[in-house]
């Protein structure tokens, strides 16, 4: 058990005077602090399922790094860092730039504690490049989420943190009550739900969290329980109460704007969020009829909303998007059963016009919606990352034939479903598979892009580890590569002359991660330094066998370089880099900090 980190009790502030916290209300409730008992969900791992190095996983239970400083693989770390991932060609761009994240929330983890609790305190434990928490949720209902903290990304100084910022105070029970467990006097114990949603943009490197703590007070009687569970003593002092809005509705005689052409009005309002045309409907009849014009909804963006989109909101949106082109679903839909069917119905009205499709981390989207989106036949882009349908769905997509844009990330899709897919899709421009621990024949795969997808410029497919140096081969004939991710692909195996083919053949390749390619030495790197004049990212992460010289080589033949990762590479000296970062300051040249910096008085 921690220390105590609930407030001590004091006299209420003017501001504070409306609410009334339920610990001073009621004096005999239990004060508790607990560790997460279970990671729920997440958008960004670095292990794969069967590691626990860098696993989500290793938020569970107690800090068992803090308070050192460093790269630690029993910690959570997020793959993504730094503006890099968002300068690759495949990067999602915004469909609906006016519905952007005003904060930047680029993943989130969401956890389970033992015991519901009214929250007060919550207590991250950051181990390296902390300040990528830019908000905290509590779940208070299984389909409420109430925000408890929220503030932008921060530079940190190079040491561990514990964050423990000021959250806003609630008077109910966080919980979900979709997970119970029993006691032995069979009363529900009911987990309390934590989201962390993080920016790591602007980080220099990996962002790792070692655990999560919170605290808060817990009812000791029953009565208090179903008081809390209720939200009761959700309360205002009687000069507060909400006061009876005044109407804002405007005159028709008096409103110029609504004067103006329709097609004006509605070229106005292609500028507005949702919110803002939420806003506007209310105004009078003429604005009300403009927000309803499809034209307004032909991109639509969701993801930022997730904590308030359910299946009545989308079918509210089904009338007007009957002309959809651009949807994100990203995020949406995981607190409601109905969802799934609602969807469905959706896409069967909207999607004759659908180009772009992006349902990334959704939990909703199951076999009969993969189907249903096979049907949508002018689909050029598609993100199903971290989707839970079956592998044999997949082969349904096969009725594509317009794709260039194909994310599978983290999914069960197969060797046969996906050649399938490749081949109907022969424009495929990027392709990521990252993750797909399912695919067993991934030089098939290879093979088949190379003969079917002759345009492909991304190709990514990091720790989709079945990958030989026959495979690696095929990407010589991909000649408009311009990224190639083959992260942690050979472990083990000697890549034999592959790098060397590739560089050969595709001589355009920008960016280039071979990170943990065991085998790689010198003189296998020679030719992708000598031929890709136009690298901008190279990844070196963990080849051991590599040297300084070759390093150099790079630094110096390569103009356009911006990022060069030499983490783990132990043949390279710390004192090498120190001068290559001054010798080449246009270049960030990245080293993972294995040292250990203990401070137990933080």
Same mark, same amino acid.
């Given at each position: 058990m921690q220390p105590n980190l609930i407030k001590s009790i004091r006299p209420l502030t003017e501001t504070e005077k409306q609410f009334i916290p339920v610990e001073i209300?009621?004096?005999?409730?239990?004060?508790? @602090?607990?560790?997460?008992?279970?990671?729920?969900?997440?958008? &960004?791992?670095? /292990?794969? &399922?069967?590691?626990?190095?860098?696993? *989500?996983?290793?938020?569970?239970?107690?800090?068992?790094?803090?308070? &050192?400083?460093?790269?630690?693989? %029993?910690?959570?770390?997020?793959? !993504?860092?730094?503006?890099?991932?968002?300068? !690759?060609?495949?990067h999602q761009r915004e469909y609906m730039p006016q519905e952007s994240d005003p904060l930047g929330a680029e993943d989130y983890v969401t956890l389970g504690f033992e015991r519901a609790v009214v929250p007060r305190d919550v207590?991250?434990?950051?181990?390296? +490049?902390? =300040?990528?928490?830019?908000?905290?949720?509590?779940?208070?209902? @299984?389909r409420h989420w109430k925000l408890l903290w929220e503030g932008p990304p921060e530079v940190y100084p190079e040491e561990s943190r514990k964050f423990h910022p000021t959250i806003t105070k609630y008077n109910c029970l966080i919980k979900s009550v979709g997970d119970f467990r029993f006691s $032995?006097?069979?009363?529900?114990?009911?987990?309390? @739900?934590?989201?962390? %949603?993080?920016?790591?943009?602007?980080?220099?490197?990996?962002t790792a969290i070692d655990a999560v703590l919170l605290g808060g007070y817990q009812p000791?009687?029953?009565?208090?329980?179903?008081?809390?569970?209720?939200?009761?003593? +959700?309360?205002?002092?009687?000069?507060?109460? *909400?006061?009876?809005?005044?109407?804002?509705?405007?005159?028709?005689n008096c409103d110029f704007f609504s004067h103006l052409p329709h097609e004006v009005i509605l070229h106005i309002f292609q500028y507005l969020d949702l919110k803002s045309l939420c806003r506007c409907a209310q105004v009078n009849k003429t604005w009300y009829e403009a927000t309803c014009d499809p034209i307004l909804y032909q991109n639509l963006t969701l993801k930022r909303y997730w904590h308030r989109i359910n299946s009545k909101n989308l079918n509210f949106f089904k009338? $007007?998007?009957?002309?959809?082109?651009?949807?994100?679903?990203?995020?949406?839909?995981?607190?409601?059963?109905?969802?799934?069917?609602?969807?469905?119905?959706?896409?069967?009205?909207?999607?004759?016009?659908?180009?772009h499709l992006s349902l990334c981390h959704c939990e909703f989207v199951n076999n009969e919606i993969v189907t249903k989106i096979s049907q949508c036949r002018e689909l050029t882009e598609l993100r199903l990352r971290n989707t839970k349908a079956d592998y044999f769905?997949?082969?349904?997509?096969?009725?594509?034939?317009?794709? +260039?844009?194909?994310?599978?990330?983290?999914?069960?899709?197969?060797?046969?479903?996906?050649?399938?897919?490749?081949?109907?899709?022969? +424009?495929?421009?990027h392709l990521m598979l990252d993750f797909c621990e399912n695919i067993v024949q991934l030089d098939q795969i290879?093979?088949?892009?190379?003969?079917? /997808?002759?345009?492909?410029?991304?190709?990514?497919?990091?720790?989709?580890?079945?990958?030989? *140096?026959?495979? =690696?081969?095929?990407?010589?004939?991909?000649?408009?590569?311009?990224?190639?991710?083959?992260?942690?692909?050979?472990?083990?195996?000697?890549?034999?002359?592959?790098?060397? $083919?590739?560089?050969?053949?595709? *001589?355009?390749?920008?960016?280039?991660i071979i990170s943990q390619w065991r085998g790689v030495n010198d003189q296998m790197l020679l030719p992708v330094v000598t031929n890709c004049k136009d690298l901008t990212l190279l990844d070196l992460l963990?080849?051991?066998?590599?040297?300084?010289?070759?390093? %150099?080589?790079?630094?110096?033949?390569?103009?356009?370089?911006k990022l060069l990762d030499i983490s783990f590479c132990d043949s390279i000296s710390d004192n090498q880099v120190l001068l290559w970062r001054q010798n080449y300051p246009n270049v960030t040249i990245q080293r993972s900090c294995q040292f250990l910096v203990m401070d137990y008085l933080n």
């Open positions: 209300m009621v004096n005999d409730m239990n004060t508790w @602090e607990q560790y997460a008992e279970k990671v729920i969900n997440f958008t &960004s791992r670095y /292990n794969i &399922s069967f590691s626990i190095s860098y696993a *989500p996983d290793n938020l569970v239970g107690k800090y068992s790094k803090y308070p &050192s400083y460093g790269d630690f693989p %029993e910690t959570y770390s997020l793959r !993504s860092y730094g503006k890099w991932w968002k300068e !690759s060609e495949a207590c991250i434990y950051e181990t390296y +490049n902390p =300040g990528a928490v830019v908000r905290i949720w509590g779940r208070f209902s @299984e $032995r006097f069979t009363t529900p114990l009911i987990f309390s @739900e934590i989201r962390l %949603e993080f920016n790591q943009s602007h980080l220099k490197y990996h000791k009687r029953i009565l208090q329980q179903h008081v809390l569970q209720n939200d009761l003593l +959700n309360w205002r002092s009687s000069n507060d109460s *909400p006061k009876k809005q005044m109407t804002n509705t405007v005159n028709d009338n $007007r998007c009957c002309g959809i082109r651009k949807l994100d679903l990203s995020w949406c839909g995981s607190d409601d059963k109905f969802f799934s069917s609602t969807f469905l119905l959706f896409l069967h009205h909207c999607c004759q016009h659908l180009t769905a997949f082969q349904n997509l096969a009725r594509l034939s317009k794709l +260039n844009t194909l994310d599978l990330c983290c999914t069960s899709v197969t060797d046969g479903p996906l050649m399938a897919i490749l081949k109907a899709n022969q +424009n495929l421009t290879v093979e088949t892009v190379a003969n079917h /997808n002759r345009s492909l410029r991304t190709w990514s497919s990091f720790k989709t580890t079945t990958l030989t *140096p026959s495979g =690696g081969l095929h990407f010589s004939r991909c000649a408009n590569l311009r990224e190639l991710d083959l992260g942690w692909c050979f472990l083990f195996a000697h890549p034999g002359d592959c790098l060397e $083919r590739i560089a050969a053949n595709c *001589p355009h390749l920008k960016r280039l963990g080849i051991k066998s590599i040297t300084g010289e070759i390093c %150099e080589r790079a630094l110096v033949s390569l103009s356009h370089l």
